[in-house]
């Protein structure tokens, strides 16, 4: 395919060429995207040397200036919504419509993190000493290296760069190596917004190769990952070396709680869609089922059809389907093994249980799968396709034990129009989060956190805000 792009790694302000460079391909076809730079520890220590030297002097701007190139970057990102959408379709597979929301829900989070420069506030404390004062100030941590997965790359990389720019830390981005056109094309408006060199990089390559090397240097202060719970088990221990922060954003396995007295219509609806959007590859997207025996049967027999109406193809030759495909060959062949395990232990696909064959992609087809029992896989490991594992239970109580027993703890939910047993649930979920009669997504201003394996620290909101600083407590007595 002669109409590939190359990109180059951004660093200290600069598009510059690597020694080695792999290719990137479209998942719903195959079809090659670009080529990007295999960025090689030289690389990495200069992408990390450029953070560092261009970090003092940033952190010394007001946040008031250093947010001003937020802005600026959220109304060039909206200027080109469209393009942006599109290159981030053609890599990761997501329909368009998605796909532009996460376009321009980036822009409005730069916009929102922005806004946190004039309420950045330290502390004043009472001294124990008649002429003392103790002031406790939020200082940035120093450089950040920022890790992200592929599923919303976009946004993620907002999520990351915003807080910790805001707050005067540097920062080097490593996209995944499944999605990396949208992040240098991100370098790109930002290196339009006349942005400081060396306050922004990204360096591509692979995780155990150019991941690893970001993550064992001591030239990094703090590491801000998003991805699977095994590569944030790796990044600890590199960071363990050098008595590094670590922010880590990992998996889920969010169970959903449909009582007797739902509204059941709506739990479909929501459940439904939150198995479908991004092709089920979402952190926080229903991944369990545990629904009241009363109301179990017309749950599943409606879920199951709602789930086998959906369409589903390559996202930019059928712009109508709800659904693409999956990120590559390894996340299809994980799904369809774990369906079939779970088709082997004693579950049954009420609609779909295969791999779609539509002559190219990586399509799986929407799957529902009853009398599931939480021994199984399916019931107990992220399977981040568009599957829907269901389980029966006789009560609250059941359904609130089988949901904590997990080693994930992201998000949860419940379908009930009780208060009390939504009050129940919202103090015994052992959750980062919880949504009552709803499903994903959180909100800017709220903290996507999880507990157990779920990850370590969080993000959005104030909360997510002050994970980019540290305290610097002064004791002045005059
Ligand atoms: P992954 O862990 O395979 O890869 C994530 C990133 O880590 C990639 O950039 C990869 O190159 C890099 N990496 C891999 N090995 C590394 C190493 N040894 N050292 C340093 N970096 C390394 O995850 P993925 O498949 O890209 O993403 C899917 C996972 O991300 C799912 O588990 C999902 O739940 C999780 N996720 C979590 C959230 C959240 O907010 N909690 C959000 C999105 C995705």
């Given amino acids: 395919m002669a109409s590939e792009r190359i990109y180059q790694n951004y660093i200290n302000g600069e598009f510059v060429a690597a020694q080695e460079y792999f290719d990137v391909y479209n998942p719903a076809n195959g079809q090659l995207l670009s080529r990007v730079p295999e960025s090689a520890p030289a690389d990495v220590e200069r992408a990390l040397g450029a953070a560092r030297s261009g970090q003092k ?13 937020l802005h600026k970057l959220a109304d060039a990102i909206r200027g080109e919504a469209k393009t942006l959408a599109r290159v981030i379709t053609e890599e990761q597979g997501k329909i368009s419509g998605l796909a532009e929301i996460e376009v321009n829900f980036t822009a409005d989070y730069l916009d929102y993190m922005a806004e946190w420069a004039r309420r950045i506030e330290g502390e004043i404390i009472e001294s124990d000493r008649a002429n003392e004062n103790i002031f406790l100030y939020r200082k940035p941590i120093g450089v950040v290296a920022g890790i992200l997965p592929w599923n919303f790359p976009f946004f993620l990389i907002a999520r990351k760069m915003a807080p910790a720019l805001v707050t005067g830390n540097t920062i080097v981005i490593k996209p995944s190596e499944e999605t990396p056109n949208n992040c240098f094309e991100f370098a790109r408006l930002l290196d339009g917004v006349g942005l400081p060199a060396g306050v922004f990089n990204v360096i591509s390559g692979g995780g155990a190769s150019t991941g690893n090397a970001m993550t064992a240097s001591p030239l990094v202060d703090m590491i801000s990952f998003t991805g699977s719970v095994e590569t944030g088990s790796a990044i600890m221990r590199n960071a363990a070396e050098h008595i590094v922060k670590v922010n880590l954003e990992l998996g889920g396995k969010a169970p959903s709680i449909v009582l007797d007295d739902a509204n059941v219509d709506l739990a479909v609806k929501a459940i439904r869609s939150s198995r ?26 409606k879920v199951a059809r709602a789930m086998a109406d959906t369409t589903y193809g390559d996202p930019l030759a059928q712009p109508d389907v709800e659904m693409g495909p999956l990120i590559n060959r390894g996340g299809l062949d994980k799904v369809a093994a774990m369906v079939e395990n779970a088709t082997r232990s004693g579950a049954e696909a009420v609609t779909g249980g295969s791999i779609a064959d539509l002559g190219q992609g990586f399509h799986y087809q929407p799957t529902v799968l009853s009398g599931c029992r939480s021994d199984m896989e399916i019931m107990r490991r992220e399977i981040f396709g568009p599957v829907l594992p269901i389980q029966v239970v006789d009560d609250l109580d059941e359904a609130l034990a089988l949901a904590n027993d997990s080693d994930y703890g992201l998000t949860s939910s419940i379908y009930t129009r009780s208060l009390a047993s939504a009050m129940q649930a919202c103090r015994e979920l052992d959750y980062g989060e919880t949504y009552v009669n709803r499903e994903n997504f959180e909100a800017m201003q709220g903290f996507h956190a999880g507990a157990r394996k779920s990850g370590i620290g969080g993000a959005d909101g104030k909360h997510g805000l002050y994970e980019y600083t540290r305290s610097h407590v002064v004791y002045m007595e005059i």
């Fill in 276 to 301: 479908i959007i991004n092709t089920g590859q979402v952190c926080n997207c229903a991944e369990r089922v545990y629904v009241q025996r009363g109301i179990a049967e017309e749950f599943t027999d």
């Fill in 57 to 69: 002097p940033w952190a010394r701007l007001p946040a008031v200036e250093r947010a001003a190139f």
